[in-house]
């Protein structure tokens, strides 16, 4: 995976791996290599324990209650994982930026990816662009990358479920016409 500039596969991958958190470093290093990070060697379950670290530290990000709050806790992340930035060509497809130090781990890598990917993410898409599911009852992490930036729901049936119940409360409280 190549950060692009913002920062949306890693936004995406980390609500992946929020809303279902692997069960043992071999599930964490398939659902990377899904996602499409180059993982040089597979993770260890300290990779895992990192991993789930970022992870949480991610989901208060997600849940954090005003902006200046949610960048706090993005610089926070970001002092944890980051360094500065280089050029690399290690895949040998193409230079691009890595923010952290040659030879990481799964788990440091991770960590990085998703704190500088959120960062990138907030910065250039705006900050409210990361949430949870509109509806109440759905915990479900989604990063919104809409061309309009008012996405509400993780799904289509989580909209449906929500258009429906939103109607039947309408025509409760509608006046009662004729019968
Ligand atoms: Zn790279
Ligand atoms: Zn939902």
């Not at 692997?22 to 990779?47: I, Y």
């Not at 208060?60 to 690399?88: F, I, Q």
Request: hydrophobic share 40%; net charge positive; charged share 25%.
């Amino acid at each position: 995976m190549h950060l692009n500039p913002y920062g949306e596969d890693a936004v995406n991958m980390a609500a992946e791996l929020a809303n279902r958190p692997p069960a043992d470093a071999a599930e964490l290093t398939d659902r990377c290599r899904a996602a499409g990070l180059v993982v040089d060697s597979p993770g260890t379950p300290e990779d895992l324990r990192r991993a789930l670290e970022a992870l949480g530290a991610w989901e208060k990000v997600v849940d954090a209650g005003d902006d200046a709050e949610r960048a706090e806790l993005v610089n926070r992340m970001l002092a944890e994982a980051a360094a500065h930035p280089r050029m690399t060509n290690h895949t040998g497809g193409g230079w691009h930026l890595h923010y952290r130090d040659d030879r990481q781990t799964l788990g440091a890598v991770l960590y990085s990816l998703i704190a500088v990917g959120t960062a990138l993410h907030l910065s250039g898409r705006g900050m409210h662009r990361l949430r949870r599911c509109a509806v109440a009852e759905c915990v479900t992490i989604f990063a919104d990358t809409t061309r309009t930036g008012r996405r509400r729901y993780c799904s289509h049936p989580c909209a449906n479920r929500d258009a429906v119940r939103r109607h039947r409360a309408r025509a409760a409280a509608a006046p009662v016409r004729s019968r």
